[in-house]
């Protein structure tokens, strides 16, 4: 129900450059792996099952620091999601302020939920950094570079990275060559939306909750229509519109759904 409220520019480019740094150190010609920066490090870490209470956890006793991994919440060690929480992990780790106040016991171990659902700045951080981590940005870029844009590189983004969808749809709004939007809604509800400065459309079509009817999403809750390929959308549809010339401008919208879930990547050509 929120606009990702997101970080400074200062925190963006900090945290930018110190993941770039370490993926490039360790990795610099293959997918980034989060646990073996871990054993680098000498952090431990342990995957167990601790039902709903956490996504992750970075915690400190005698100046040793330790990640625990919940594979009830991410399904298994490898996932997408638990490399994403492993990188947002190592983020509390490699991020001068967090890991200081851990290591003095100035703050307790954080309690991670990672994915963007936190508001909390030290969360949005650790989410940050684990995105930059995992796609460095000149490696990201590089792989963008004169394509057209389709849903097809978002997909192979996410392969090449070993990322979820959303986090490379994300990634892709601040870094990528092709101006997106990216709304997440759960039971017709947005959950947030992101978008590339450069995005043409700025407000959606009922503000910040309500999914739009006459979407692909919109479409997928209130009658249960369901496509697995791109489908064509007007300005309209999605935006709220000033001028005339503009309701139908024509967009692309690529709708991934999920039980109650839907993750939609709206273009135009
Ligand atoms: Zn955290």
Redesign the pocket.
Do not use: Y
């Given at each position: 129900m929120h606009k990702i409220d997101f970080l400074s520019d200062y925190d963006t480019v900090a945290l930018n450059e110190l993941a770039s740094d370490i993926s490039d150190f360790y990795f610099p010609n293959s997918q980034i792996d989060p646990i073996l920066i871990a054993q680098k490090k000498s952090i431990t870490y342990s995957f167990g099952n601790y039902s709903d209470a956490f996504d992750?956890?970075?915690e400190c006793e005698n100046k040793k620091f330790h990640i625990y991994i919940n594979i009830d919440r991410l399904e298994h060690a490898y996932s997408e999601r638990a490399r994403f929480t492993f990188g947002?992990?190592l983020?509390?780790y490699f991020i001068d302020d967090h890991r200081n106040s851990l290591a003095k016991g100035l703050s307790p171990s954080?309690?991670?939920?990672?994915g963007f659902q936190?508001r909390n700045r030290?969360?949005r951080q650790?989410?940050f950094f684990s995105s930059c981590l995992l796609m460095p940005e000149s490696r990201f870029r590089k792989y963008c570079y004169k394509k057209k844009f389709e849903f097809r590189i978002i997909q192979e983004l996410a392969k090449k990275f070993g990322t979820s969808i959303s986090a490379a749809s994300l990634r892709f709004c601040s870094i990528g060559s092709h101006p997106i939007m990216v709304v997440y809604a759960h039971d017709n509800i947005i959950k947030w939306y992101w978008s590339s400065n450069d995005f043409p459309f700025k407000y959606l079509k009922y503000g910040k909750d309500k999914l739009p009817e006459d979407t692909v999403a919109g479409e997928y809750f209130s009658v249960g229509k369901k496509f697995n390929t791109t489908q064509q959308v007007f300005a309209m549809d999605w935006f709220n519109i000033w001028k005339d010339s503009q309701v139908e401008k024509p967009f692309y919208e690529h709708c991934l759904m999920n039980g109650k879930h839907t993750l939609s990547i709206i273009w135009e050509d």
């Open positions: 992750g956890l970075l947002h992990e983020g509390h954080h309690c991670s939920f990672t936190s030290a969360e650790a989410d």
